[in-house]
């Protein structure tokens, strides 16, 4: 799977949007882009996801760029309990033995009041 | 709808002690998998079962076993806990198998905390 790189931390105030962007540079054509986020003590919750169209659901809206090298998560009216540690990865077809869904170190977003 | 539910919560153990935990997901998914978190390192696959009455092997497998159960149920046993051990593992399901054509997300449990001393 692709590496993704992620900037460690942003904030955003209560309300606005909050725009999460990621890199992707090196991403192969049946891979897809994943967003999750991990609340303190919980476990990772799926976001949302998008191969190459911008995707829209009731938590986000994903925008991939036309060359897939980047993406932005985009938070329409970010809430305190938004602030959590998110995490961008990429994710193929290919899945063996030694696949493995790599998280990184994601960004964490502080929604401040 | 409960989704992906883990017990215990906790657990110490000392090493050479074994356990097993529990996985049960209600979405009436394909496929489970189990994951420890370690600071610094991410999630890292353990075993994986693509459907019901199959298991592999993920990344790090040495030293746990699985068991599907059934189609709502995969558990992680460790026969002789270790210090190394020590992690929060997370149990998740999904939809498709790996390596599906249409990807699906998947669907992470609360964790357990364990401690091995």
């Known amino acids: 799977d692709a590496k993704t790189t992620q900037p460690p931390s942003m904030d955003c105030a209560e309300g606005r949007a909050a725009n999460l962007p990621c890199n992707h540079s090196?991403?192969?054509?049946?891979?897809?882009v994943y967003w999750y986020r991990q609340i303190h003590s919980q476990g990772p919750q799926y976001i949302i996801h998008?191969?190459?169209n911008n995707e829209t659901n009731e938590m986000a809206s994903l925008i991939i760029t036309e060359d897939r090298k980047s993406s932005t998560l985009i938070l329409p009216h970010a809430t305190l309990r938004d602030t959590a540690v998110y995490y961008c990865?990429?994710?193929?077809?290919?899945?063996?033995?030694?696949?493995?869904?790599?998280f990184g170190k994601g960004i964490t977003l502080s929604v401040r009041p | 709808n409960a989704g992906v539910t883990q017990t215990p919560k906790f657990q110490v153990l000392k090493t050479g002690q074994s356990m097993t935990l529990q996985c049960a997901q209600d979405?009436?998914?394909?496929?489970m998998y189990w994951y420890r978190q370690d600071p610094g390192m991410g999630l890292r696959l353990i075993y994986y079962?693509?459907?019901?009455?199959?298991?592999d092997k993920g990344e790090v497998p040495n030293g746990y076993n699985v068991s599907r159960l059934n189609k709502r149920e995969f558990s992680l046993r460790l026969e002789s806990a270790a210090p190394s051990q020590t992690s929060v593992y997370f149990c998740?399901?999904?939809?498709?198998?790996?390596?599906?054509?249409?990807?699906?997300?998947?669907?992470f449990g609360n964790g357990t905390r364990l401690t091995v001393t």
């Open positions: 990865i990429v994710r193929g077809t290919n899945f063996g033995a030694n696949s493995k869904l790599t």
């Open positions: 998008g191969l190459k």
């Open positions: 090196t991403i192969s054509g049946n891979e897809y």
């Open positions: 079962s693509a459907s019901e009455g199959t298991t």
């Open positions: 979405m009436n998914h394909n496929s």
């Open positions: 998740a399901s999904s939809e498709n198998p790996p390596g599906a054509i249409y990807n699906s997300p998947l669907h």
